[in-house]
Structure formats: structure tokens, C-alpha cells
């Protein structure tokens, strides 16, 4: 009957799945002072209006973007959504298409349909990123957008941001990045991802994921303010005039908790997270590896294996909440939650149930 009163909230130490984290505690704090605000009515609530623009100045400096434009969107999939929105409503064509790299997010899929754009889907190389020769030839007079990926769901990786935003130039397309997971590690890599190595025109960045921020707080960045009037509706009963959001009432939660993150962890503490997770994939593939599984080269802090099926299901049944990707690989996210003791008692329990299950050694998926 009091279900969510005597419900206890899941700690987060055997998940080793998750793309979100917990939230940092001032983070946390601020969430909860700002649940009743709604910046989907700025007019209303004009402290959560003003707090949005600084998430946004402070996510350009995460992206690299002088004089950023965006809103604190619900999360990677509604900035994706809105990234091809404005794509096809600027596009001349009758017939947009959006050609995107086959590690593009299951996001870009939903916005494809609810937009009704084409999408043409790449293969990739051999470094599991976008295959540049595949996508000149997917791009033609109506492609919209070209996606990239920095930080791909399933291995990490991060396309040839550069090499892309200029086909789309060529093309008299868009260029959107989708570093929702990865944005707030790579600054501190050397890949070429952001507004500032090469002409993106639009990015998704989640402060939920790696930024650690309390759900939900995802990030739409535009270089140019005018990519998003594409968006803007008019909004008769608000005392504001337009809106350019795809929701309505949001959470302003998200996007206090958002700038409290970012105002503590950016740059050092976020520096120094990467740091920590990159370490840790290091180290577990590692671990991995020696024992006999092959395992996918962590990049970013993700860490891809293959594991026989009844040794996976073993360790979930142990409670640890851990995913597959598409080839069946176990892949485990290494995010600010996972501590390297976590990933200790991860591999004691790998190699007890590898006794116990007398499962193969190595994986055949
Ligand atoms: C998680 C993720 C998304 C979707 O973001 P949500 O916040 O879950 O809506 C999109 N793209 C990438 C690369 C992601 O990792």
C-alpha cells in the first residue's frame, strides 16, 4: 500500500550496466530543492529560467562552444529527436534523409520515425567507427544531417568528428554529434569530438550520464541560436511567447542539478573521474583478457568481452546487473559508481562461477 514509502531505492553496487550514475550530492541537493519548478514556463518561474542559461554556458565550455545556444533537454533521446528536427525543417528537400553510422543510438531510429525522415545507416571500419568512404556514398542533394558518434553505447568509440562535419559541409548538410554518454570524459582525451575541433552544428550532451547529474538532465547544444528558432512554437498561454522544447512542463530538478554538477566537477573533478574510470576499464580488460575472453580495447571507460552465455547468466544471478551488446559480448559501463573494489569482487565472483559452471573458456558469441 505505501509501496514507495517502504520501498528502499536500488544501490548502485553491483550495477555495472548503466549508462547514469549516482548523482554527485550536491547535485542531489539541488534537485530536490528545485523539484517544484518548471522551466517549460520561464515566465512563471524565472530563477530555473536563469539557472538554464548558465547549464548552457557551462555546458559550451564542456563542448567546447563559445556562444552557446540549447536548452536542458529530458535526455539524449529528445536532444537527438530535436538535432534532426531541425535538420529536416531546414533541408529544402521533400524526402530528407539522415545517414548515420550503424553504432548510432536506437534514438536517432525513434526520431526517424516520429519525424518520417529516412535514415540510411552506414557500416563501420574495422575500429568499430563510422566508415568514411560509406558515408560519402550514403550522402546525396537530400541528406539533412550526418550524425557522428563521440562515446558509442556499445564500445565507446568515437567517429571521425572532423572528416564528417566536413561531407555534411560539402553536402549542404547538418552535422549533429551525439556525445551523450561521452561528452564530459572525452575533453580530457585526444579525440577530436567537440565545436571546437571542426564545424558541428548540433550535439547531444547529457549531464545524467557521465556529468552526474540527478535524472533527468540531458543536453542539446546548437552553435547557432538560430538552429533553434527551427523549433520554436508559439506558446499563447505562457507568459513567455515561444517554446523551443519538444516536452512542455519539465523538471527543473534536472536542470539545477545539472549546473550544481557542473559548477563542482568541472574541469578538475571531472578530470579526475575520467581518470579513475578509464583505469578501471584498463584494468578489467585486463583482467579479462588473461584469463582467456576476448575482449574489445577499451577506448573510453566501457569494456566489451565475450562471455559464454551461461556464465553471464550466472553472474546475474549473483545480482549483477550487467548488459549484453548486440553481438552478445558482455559490456560493462565503468561510470563514476563503479569503484575498482566493485570490479575486484566482479571478478572473484567471474572466476567462482567459472569453476562452479565448468562453462568454456572463452566465449563463442
Ligand atoms: C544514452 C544515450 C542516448 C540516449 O540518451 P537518454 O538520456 O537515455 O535519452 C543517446 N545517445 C547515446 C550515444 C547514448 O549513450
Redesign the pocket.
Known amino acids: 500500500m505505501d509501496a514507495a514509502r517502504e520501498a528502499e531505492p536500488q544501490e548502485f553496487d553491483r550495477v555495472l550496466s548503466s ?1 547514469c550514475t549516482e548523482p554527485h550530492p550536491v547535485a542531489r541537493d539541488a534537485a530536490e530543492r528545485f523539484l517544484a519548478t518548471n522551466p517549460g514556463d520561464p515566465g512563471t518561474y524565472p530563477q530555473v529560467a536563469r539557472l538554464e542559461r548558465r547549464a548552457i554556458s557551462l555546458l559550451g565550455d564542456v563542448a567546447g562552444l563559445e556562444a552557446p545556444a540549447g536548452y536542458v533537454a ?5 536532444a ?1 529527436i530535436q538535432a534532426v528536427r531541425i535538420a529536416r525543417d531546414r533541408a529544402d528537400s521533400r524526402r530528407p534523409n539522415v545517414v548515420m553510422p550503424d553504432s548510432g ?1 536506437f ?1 536517432l531510429r525513434k526520431a526517424a520515425d516520429v519525424l518520417g525522415v529516412d535514415l540510411r545507416v552506414v557500416p563501420l571500419d574495422d575500429e568499430r567507427r563510422a566508415d568514411l568512404e560509406a558515408v560519402r556514398r550514403a550522402v546525396d542533394a537530400d541528406t539533412a544531417l550526418v550524425v557522428g ?1 563521440a ?3 556499445e564500445y565507446g568509440r568515437v567517429d571521425p568528428i572532423p572528416e564528417l562535419a566536413a561531407i555534411a559541409r560539402e553536402s549542404g548538410a547538418l552535422c549533429h554529434v ?1 556525445a ?2 561521452g561528452g564530459f570524459v572525452l575533453p580530457f582525451t585526444d579525440y577530436d569530438w567537440s565545436f571546437a575541433d571542426a564545424p558541428v552544428d548540433t550535439m ?1 550532451i ?1 549531464p ?2 557521465m556529468g552526474q547529474a540527478a535524472v533527468p538532465a ?1 543536453g542539446l547544444l546548437v552553435r547557432e541560436a538560430a538552429l533553434l528558432d527551427e523549433l520554436a512554437v508559439d506558446t499563447p498561454y505562457l507568459e513567455s511567447t515561444s517554446q523551443a522544447t519538444l516536452t512542455g512542463t519539465r523538471s527543473g530538478a534536472g536542470v539545477a542539478s545539472a549546473v550544481a554538477a557542473m559548477e563542482e566537477l568541472w574541469p578538475d573533478g571531472y578530470a579526475a573521474q575520467y581518470e579513475r574510470s578509464m583505469a578501471n576499464a584498463t584494468w578489467l580488460a585486463g583482467e579479462l583478457a588473461s584469463r582467456g575472453f576476448a575482449v574489445v580495447e577499451p577506448t573510453l571507460p566501457l569494456v566489451a568481452a565475450a562471455v559464454p552465455a551461461p556464465l553471464f547468466d550466472a553472474l546475474r544471478e549473483e545480482g549483477w546487473r550487467i548488459s549484453r551488446t548486440a553481438a552478445g559480448e558482455l559490456r560493462i559501463v565503468c561510470m563514476p559508481h563503479v569503484t575498482r573494489a566493485s570490479l575486484e569482487s566482479f571478478v572473484v565472483d567471474l572466476d567462482r562461477l567459472r569453476g562452479r559452471e565448468h562453462v568454456p573458456l572463452v566465449g563463442g558469441e
Do not use: P, Q, R
Not at 529530458?74 to 529528445?78: A, I, K, N, V
Open positions: 549508462m529530458s535526455g539524449g533521446t529528445e537527438n543510438h534514438s558518434v562515446g558509442s553505447t551525439d551523450a554518454w547531444a547529457d545524467h550520464k540531458g
